[in-house]
């Protein structure tokens, strides 16, 4: 399958001479990769897209996933490689709806490592602010794990009058927009996730030490992993930032002062608001994005008022760096 956006610039295919950011050779069957243009990403469909930047985010219209044909799932998931961050408006899905959409673009995880979710299907994660569910941290799904997500796809349940804006940021556009020589000093290094700072507490004494099933095994304990600091997107061959404050503890075989000094710079550098495109919610809304070159926040604004959000991961892969 051949995918072309309108008026799209492309990237590099082995012909082209390399910049910061070329892929080593083709990426697709046609050797090239769609940036976002201005109109609409089509795969034999067309789409009614509103993009959010130059460079990434966009809204498709028009399009009901739950009765959307194959060719229409198959163009979703290439905009989603596109474009990082895909919002649908007037959606109604239950859970089963979410999941079998879901499934349609790619294998599903359970709904977390090691989170109880309650009376909800296993592939659901529910983050309830009513316990002690918010996301108030910039963060990549699940990097604390040897294969992260692929992606995930979000829908609000409960929504407060107002507040609770998700934000998300351009790892790829962030890497780019560093200087050479940074560049060149990020992209042989590895970091340490850790999952313990934010969840080892709870499998340990709120679920016995016997979390939930990740790739095949069930979690028993949240051993730190190492992850690339800059990985290299498995479809398109691009570079991208893989940090992130929430779950990267400490980057490998440097100081602590200068693993601070590093993460710190990339992490101000991330979240720059060149970098950043934000989704109000609405009852309705499906938003789906790429973990691979994406980190995202929701906002901590809506008081005692409730939240709830249902959440789906696609199967990932172990990242890979330059």
């Avoid at 349609?104 to 989170?115: A, C, D, K, N, S």
């Amino acid at each position: 399958m051949s995918v072309t956006t309108r008026n799209a610039d492309t990237v590099a295919g082995p012909n082209t001479p390399a910049g910061p950011n070329t892929p080593a050779g083709p990426v697709t069957p046609a050797g090239t990769v769609p940036i976002p243009g201005r109109a609409a990403v089509s795969s034999g469909v067309e789409f009614d897209i509103d993009e959010f930047g130059p460079r990434f985010g966009a809204e498709i219209r028009g399009v009901d996933v739950a009765s959307a044909s194959d060719d229409q799932v198959r163009a979703i998931r290439a905009a989603l490689v596109a474009y990082k961050v895909i919002v649908f408006r007037g959606q109604s899905l239950d859970d089963g709806a979410h999941i079998e959409f879901g499934r349609r673009l790619g294998e599903l995880t359970y709904g977390h490592p090691v989170w109880n979710s309650g009376e909800v299907p296993a592939e659901v994660y529910s983050l309830d602010s009513a316990d002690n569910g918010f996301a108030d941290v910039w963060h990549t799904d699940v990097t604390f794990m040897e294969r992260p997500p692929l992606g995930s796809i979000l829908r609000p349940v409960i929504l407060p009058r107002n507040g609770g804006d998700t934000s998300w940021a351009d790892a790829e556009l962030a890497y780019e927009s560093l200087s050479a020589p940074v560049r060149g000093l990020i992209d042989g290094l590895t970091a340490v996730h850790d999952g313990n700072r934010e969840f080892g507490y709870y499998l340990k004494n709120r679920r016995g030490g016997r979390g939930n099933l990740w790739d095949g095994k069930e979690v028993t304990e949240l051993v730190p992993v190492r992850h690339p600091v800059v990985r290299v997107h498995p479809e398109t061959g691009r570079r991208s930032l893989f940090v992130n404050p929430g779950f990267t503890s400490h980057i490998d075989g440097v100081s602590e002062a200068e693993s601070r000094g590093i993460l710190d710079l990339l992490y101000a550098h991330l979240t720059k608001p060149e970098h950043i495109v934000r989704h109000r919610w609405r009852l309705g809304d499906l938003v789906l994005w790429d973990n691979r070159n994406t980190a995202h926040y929701a906002n901590r604004d809506y008081g005692d008022a409730r939240r709830v959000m249902h959440r789906i991961t696609l199967r990932g892969d172990a990242p890979v760096g330059p």
